[in-house]
């Protein structure tokens, strides 16, 4: 894969050609095979360009479309987006990577060794193989958000923080982005389905059909995972309002038993000369006993509120 | 219903066929039933692939439908999700579950029987009786967490705690996860209706749309559930705040209380040398006296207030 | 209208018939109408099971519709949902309410004294007034809410509480029940407005366009009233919250005038033998300035903070 | 504009006419107005009954129209809500107005003074010169909306209080009968403009289009409102909670300091005979060096938590 | 650009001409090219008229659109609107700008200087070129306020004021109000592209195509924006209450371990005759010991509820 000059010179020849450029500074490159196949000025912008949306473009003699590679890093917590751009014409296939992933390796596998349908089928085939192997790996990334949501879910009972707090926000505005990637994916795909191009057969299109609902099952997936992240952060706010909760029961427990007893005991403080009580003989006895009366009035009462 | 090759010998021959997988894990069976009814390699790992979002392919000769058959846990409260795959030919009708499980056993004891339409009408009409047996089942799912809901209801009135806002939290992401396999089904069985099969006859159409208004109905419950539990959630928080408020107001009304009254015996405690109230003869039962005012005063300040 | 069998016998006779049947405990007659009409079974069965949402079937010489019929009931609070089935044949209007309620009886009044157009238009006409008659009772279950959402709104105001709660909560329940209800209402009008059935005529399409708009404008009001309830929920939250920092400031304020009272008294409460001030001739008037110039300082403090 | 009678004479004269009913007491003038015009019964109901929503309707020989005419009472700080209706038919134009408003006076004075191209152009030029003059209008009253919106998002800045909470709750009820009654606007003109009717000429559609856009945009800044207001009600909850802190700070703050000292000085009061302390010379020195410590030490660890 | 009257006069030459008016106060300048190029007097009435929604609007002979011109001011952090006008005719575009903005530079640049394809392309292209400059000025807008919510959503962290939440709802406004100039866009580019106005050409169809997309894009950034920002409203709420929550607990820490003990002391204070403890020889010390114990006991219970 690495001599490209090499590639286009079999450009007319017949036969199924597939280039893949994997690394967008090769600018030169993705300049030469754009001339060679005749590109619109539009696409070679595009190619280059990785902040666009995944879009379906048709120039009658090639399709083109842009996808998002998508790949979590289990470091951050966070999902990397690249750009692939995919063309294809009538005998050849082009893609184009942002970076070096290795997303297309169990297919180039399947060339080489001859394997599976792919050697047998035509040029539109391998286009959806493409195509395929982009979307099937949604699912090892969105299974990796699962198992992260999960995660924060148990944390979120266990031991709520503002860090946990932090990780749902974050993985929530993450979620917004993977969606941004992938709900345009239908509309590309049904696009291609609905054969409106006569560069796809009609026998691909069966493939690419169940591509498709791979794709909604993806959008729904990422549909559900936003729900669930939008219920954790309800559930933060009453843990911590249950938690404001239950440390103004220790504190008002504590407060009501012993406030009335400190008034108690400061009364038979005070210093005036004629206070009958402080000479009786029980006296003392007497206040603890009207205390410990008080204390465990206050108990039964706040054990009846389940307040203990 | 056991032995498979047995059923299969009578592919050809003229009548309604039912062949009923229970169990996936019969792999070679599924094949082989397959490579006698020439379905498309898609079509099998469809069937054999349990994670599907229901869906409906129609492939000219033969309709291909995946189902969700539902059932409620009562031990864990939880809905559990299985999948069926329903292939309709000519002449025979195919379903695959993932498990056994006996929502047919009615409609079996009916063809057995001899009872009811079932056996005067064509292969369409018993393609619609399976729909209908799966359909139907959901009710009674969905009747089951109706009183859940009812069950949570009441006690997050009578005695609300994080364990309540878990198991609602709990139904909620169930309900998601079930609305996710019924709503799909308006579409399936919409598009079943419209008739743009062949193999599905005027006079099943009817009974189609019977189906397609529970289906409907279904989601409609579902929609339903959902909002009554989202205001679940927003009655806890308000609860839990509640909550604290009359926490608030007990450990407000008693330090109210108790805090200036304690200040006043406070004063008579200072050893001061000179303080005339010490020696009057009159001196305490004053201090009595004011301090019975100023807690009466409290008293009916927090009774207009409505505290007490 | 008690004598059914009579009825029946006047079926092929020309003119206009109505029958109506009140009560679904008569299954009997309602088979037998069924059969003489040519029903299919399942119009009777759903006719029978009154667990429906608001259906238009189009059977060519029939259209059958399901409508809900709305009452209020004043002591609970609730809206009641009862089942109405009607049935526009060439020369016939069938009706079936699930109970004896008294919505079409200043219809039949004017039926009888012969009033109104109802005398001189034709079968379609009637059909019409039927259902003008089921819709026009909404606005009246609307106006009783209305007036509840309005009570609830006050309370709100001047005595928030649990049970104000929870009532705002049922009637936001029971809107989601009347919503189901009526919104279906649009596109069955709307269908048998737009005039596919032959057995509608264009002059009566005029008059379902009314009755159109009136559905469209309940659907509008329940949007309108499910909205204000939202609201309501909000303010009771809010209300709560405000309530929590009504309590809050009246602790704070008793406590923080009179906990630094309580420890200046306290200081000259110590009992140690060298403390000068205890013997000055000012020292006790000199306390009280002291502890009247904080607490003027914290009524100021607090004043200007608006919490008194 | 008193006389009617006397226009009604002109009925079958050539030229534009347009008659102006305002006061919908006059049921009888109404009614002959209809009946020399020809129009439905549902009609003159519609027009007599003011509770009905936007509205389009083409009679073939005429357009019959309801729009909403809006004014706002500052006083209250309410919207009120009136009913225009307006037919359009081969040479004239109807108004009815629910009450004496001014909206069509400087219409009326351009028609009189003979000014504009009200006079040269067609009946249905006038008929859009009414809609544009009712659509107009709205933007006043939004504008004051707009105005009442700052001042209470300034209010709830500088004093929130229940009572801004109140007036913002009845903003937000009012806005969503406002919205109810332009939402159904768009579809009105845009019907008209299209041009359905071949009593709108093309010449007049440039000018409907230009009512549409103004219509398009009430109800833009309606919706703008609307979530700013829902903006309002989340700053006014967090500020109250805001609020809740800050009386939770200074509550902490006193009591925090204050409590332990006043534990220090009650140590001190203990009348035990064996205290050593008590004797010392520099014992009460010594304890107020202490308290000052604490005291010092709290005050630090609070302006380092940012509590002063 | 000043001498406009000069250009005027190239009118009915050949070749592609462009106007360009900045700053609507020359009224007349606008009323003169308008007279010349026999614009409709709706139009010239929305070129002065600064407060339109963006739109399009198909003459026939000349398309009128109206797009917002955007610019952010970093000291207010506002972003600021402005309207612009743009006429694409037979040979001639016009550009009528609100103020004097510097958006076209580096168009004009291009023109000059003879670069690009520019020059070699025809009218309706440089119309495309118009717009991407002021679609492409979105981004550098959008950059702006991406960069301002990272830094708001920092000091969220470090420093949540009530300043921090003013800002975070200006900001909230201030998109709501960006969504409405950047929607409309779609439908107005979209138009354009689908090629309905024979003034522009295929060729120039795939350039709008380009922009259409760069609106989808801006339409789509700016919705991730509003939704991370009104999740930070949501972390600012849950922050406060957490503030909340940590004062609770030094409140509720520092009280419940000292009310206890001063309650202790408070009993040794008592002057009742009969104490035998304070007679006692190790009383004092035996005092001690118990409120350590006690202090002790209470240290160990907030350390195992994690409080501190």
Same mark, same amino acid.
């Given at each position: #894969?690495?001599? *490209?000059d090499? @590639?286009?010179?079999?450009k007319?020849?017949p036969?199924?050609k ?11 490159v993705? %300049?030469?095979?754009?001339e060679?196949?005749g590109f619109h000025p ?5 190619i280059?360009?990785?902040?666009h949306?995944p879009k379906?473009?048709?120039?009658g003699?090639f399709v083109y479309i842009?996808l998002?590679?998508l ?12 750009? %692939?751009?995919?063309v294809l014409?009538p005998? @050849?296939v082009?893609?184009?990577l942002?970076n ?9 596998e +399947?060339?080489r060794s001859g ?5 047998r089928?035509?040029?539109? @085939?391998?286009f959806y193989?493409?195509?395929d192997?982009i979307?099937?790996n ?5 299974e990796n958000l699962?198992e992260?949501i999960e995660f924060?879910?148990e944390?979120?009972v266990?031991n !709520?923080? !503002? $860090? ?17 990637s992938?709900w !345009? ?9 609905r054969?409106?191009s006569p560069?796809i057969k009609?026998s691909?299109?069966i493939?690419l059909?169940?591509v498709?609902?791979h %794709?909604i099952?993806a959008?729904?997936?990422i549909e559900t995972?936003r729900d669930? *992240?939008t219920g954790m952060?309800?559930i @933060?706010?009453s843990?911590?309002?249950? +938690?404001?909760g239950? $440390?103004m029961?220790?504190l008002?427990?504590?407060?009501t ?10 009364i038979?403080? #005070?210093?005036?000369e004629?206070?009958?009580e402080?000479?009786?003989r029980?006296?003392y !006895?007497?206040v603890?006993?009207?205390m410990?009366?008080v204390g465990?009035?206050m108990? $039964?009462y706040?054990?009846k509120?389940?307040w203990?």
């Amino acid at each position: #894969m690495e001599n *490209i000059d090499e @590639y286009l010179l079999y450009k007319d020849k017949p036969g199924v050609k597939w280039i893949n450029v994997e690394g967008l500074h090769q600018v030169e490159v993705i %300049a030469k095979i754009g001339e060679i196949y005749g590109f619109h000025p539009l696409v070679q912008e595009d190619i280059l360009n990785t902040g666009h949306r995944p879009k379906l473009e048709d120039y009658g003699n090639f399709v083109y479309i842009i996808l998002k590679v998508l790949s979590f890093d289990r470091k951050t917590g966070k999902v990397i987006t690249e750009q %692939a751009s995919l063309v294809l014409g009538p005998n @050849y296939v082009l893609s184009f990577l942002e970076n070096d992933v290795d997303i297309f390796d169990p297919l180039k596998e +399947r060339i080489r060794s001859g394997l599976g349908r792919i050697r047998r089928m035509g040029v539109d @085939y391998l286009f959806y193989a493409l195509i395929d192997a982009i979307v099937d790996n949604y699912f090892i990334v969105l299974e990796n958000l699962g198992e992260r949501i999960e995660f924060l879910e148990e944390r979120l009972v266990t031991n !709520p923080s !503002p $860090v946990t707090l932090n990780s749902i926000h974050r993985l929530k505005t993450g979620m917004l982005f993977l969606a941004k990637s992938v709900w !345009p994916l239908r509309e590309i795909i049904g696009g291609l389905e609905r054969g409106d191009s006569p560069l796809i057969k009609e026998s691909t299109g069966i493939y690419l059909r169940d591509v498709y609902d791979h %794709a909604i099952q993806a959008s729904d997936t990422i549909e559900t995972y936003r729900d669930m *992240i939008t219920g954790m952060l309800d559930i @933060y706010l009453s843990s911590i309002n249950n +938690r404001i909760g239950e $440390v103004m029961k220790v504190l008002t427990v504590i407060a009501t038993i012993f406030i009335p007893l400190t008034f108690i005991v400061g009364i038979y403080g #005070m210093n005036f000369e004629y206070m009958p009580e402080l000479k009786w003989r029980w006296g003392y !006895p007497m206040v603890w006993l009207i205390m410990i009366t008080v204390g465990v009035f206050m108990g $039964v009462y706040f054990r009846k509120r389940k307040w203990l």
